[in-house]
Nanobody
């Protein structure tokens, strides 16, 4: 029903920036809350940010607040994660995901992930 493809990951020095993109298929993209998650080796997956369908409700994890910005372009069916002032602890596979309800913790669709590696 919804397919998600992440891109934009890579290797960056600490203090640098990356912008992740998530391209979505589907006919009702604007109705979905979109989230970014990350998972580092040996650690559980954690929520990084989410944005409601219309972009009016946004959440950031405390660990990234002030450094990361989530945005979306419903005309392009895309969601972005601008990551600034990157730290080695930000290294992880980053996933975008979609849910029909901003207040749900369960997401219905997931991308394959994109690797972000921040060197010290």
């Amino acid at each position: 029903q919804v397919q998600l493809v992440e891109s934009g990951g890579g290797l960056v020095q600490a203090g640098g920036s990356l912008r992740l993109s998530c391209a979505a298929s589907g006919r009702t993209f604007s109705t979905y809350t979109m989230g970014w998650f990350r998972q580092a080796p040996g650690k559980e997956r954690e929520s990084v940010a989410k944005i409601s369908g219309g972009g009016t409700a946004i959440y950031y994890a405390d660990s990234v607040k002030g450094r990361f910005t989530i945005s979306r372009d419903n005309t392009k069916k895309a969601v972005y994660l601008q990551m600034n002032s990157l730290k080695p602890e930000d290294s992880a596979i980053y996933y975008c995901a979609a849910t029909t309800n901003y207040y749900r913790s369960t997401y219905d669709y997931w991308g394959q992930g994109t690797q972000v590696t921040v060197s010290s």
